[in-house]
Every structure is written in structure tokens, then in C-alpha cells.
């Protein structure tokens, strides 16, 4: 059984977006760094465990482990209604975009869709730098990008977080809070 810990800079168990190194145990141990982009370095596991998990981290991380753990227990999607609608969209990180006509993005890194495919792109809960770099290779110049993240208060992270990724790519236009979510526009440059 390959059994996959998410580590933090201070050593303890994590989520994705807070993860430092992956600790990987299969009759030894072997230390995957994740120093940048996470995504592309997760190998595929039996079990991979963390802790205080975002929405859209569950959904991406499923697909790289047969069974998915945060805090003792096995991790589940929770349907969230988002604060934006009538979006036509590729919707990253999360199945329940209701109102929003998207493609669902639940598959591994890297996304199998050509270059300059969509219009814009919605974002939910993925703070990893290899989903955001898929993101911008998939949207054409121009389109809008929004991040959506639960503010710190409903269980979410510091949208300054969120800001200073989405920012590596793209301009950021806006940031406004809805609903108790932080949204953040960007732009891809032309």
C-alpha cells in the first residue's frame, strides 16, 4: 500500500495549498518536494492524508488517490452554491457550479484541452501554481479568470493568498467579497 502524508513547513500534517514535501511510505519512505506547482508532482497513491483541505484541493487530490483523508476521516464533497451565475466558463475545482454552463474539470494535471480554448474560467479553492499556469494556457487573451475562495471566517484561506498566485499570470482587475467568498478578477494579458 502506497500511503502518501501532505507536510507542512512546520512539520506537521497539512492541506495541499500549505504543503511544503509529500512524505511517501511503500516499504520505505521517499520525500517528493513541493516547492512550487504541487499538482504535477503527486504520484499516484492508495491513500494520501492532510488536513483542513480546501473544497477544490478534494476534488483534484481524488484523482491522484484511491481514498483521500483529512483529519482522521475520509473527505467528502460538500455542495456549495457559488456567488456568480450565467458564467460561460471552464469551472476548475469544484462539480456544482450551478447556473454557470462550464466543463467539468475534474481530471488530472495537465488539462486535456488545446491552448486558447475557453473564454474565461472560474477558479474554486485551488491554490496550486501548476492548475493556475493550465488555466492560463487554456483561456484565450484577454478572458477573465476569477478565483473564488470562502473567506478565513467559513473555513477558507487569507484571500491575499489567493492574490498572490492568480497575480503570477494574470492582471488582476478586481477583488470584491460576496456572500462570504472572496472573488478575484483577472485578466490574461494580451
Not at 494520501?48 to 491522484?64: A, M, P, S, T
Request: glycine share 8%; with cysteine; proline share 3%.
Amino acid at each position: 500500500m502506497k500511503v502518501g502524508y501532505l507536510i507542512g513547513s512546520n512539520g506537521y500534517i497539512t492541506n495541499l495549498n500549505n504543503a511544503i514535501k509529500l512524505e511517501v511510505i511503500d516499504g520505505s519512505k521517499e520525500i517528493i518536494s513541493l516547492a512550487y506547482g504541487k499538482i504535477s508532482d503527486i504520484p499516484k497513491l492508495d491513500v494520501l492524508i492532510g488536513r483542513d483541505f480546501l473544497q477544490g484541493e478534494v476534488l483534484f487530490l481524488k484523482n491522484y488517490a484511491n481514498f483521500l483523508i483529512d483529519k482522521n476521516r475520509l473527505t467528502n464533497i460538500i455542495p456549495i452554491q457559488l456567488p456568480l451565475h450565467n458564467q460561460d466558463a471552464i469551472c476548475v475545482g469544484t462539480s456544482n457550479c450551478s447556473g454557470i454552463s462550464f466543463k467539468d474539470v475534474i481530471f488530472t494535471y495537465p488539462f486535456p484541452f488545446r491552448d486558447s480554448s475557453f473564454n474565461s474560467a472560474i477558479i474554486f479553492e485551488v491554490l496550486d501554481l501548476d492548475i493556475i499556469r493550465e488555466v492560463y494556457r487554456v483561456v484565450k487573451s484577454g478572458s477573465k479568470v476569477y478565483m473564488i475562495l470562502r473567506d478565513k471566517l467559513f473555513g477558507g484561506v487569507d484571500p491575499l493568498e489567493g492574490l498572490r498566485k492568480l497575480s503570477s499570470k494574470f492582471k488582476v482587475a478586481m477583488v470584491k467579497e460576496k456572500e462570504g467568498f472572496w472573488i478575484i478578477e483577472g485578466v490574461k494579458k494580451r
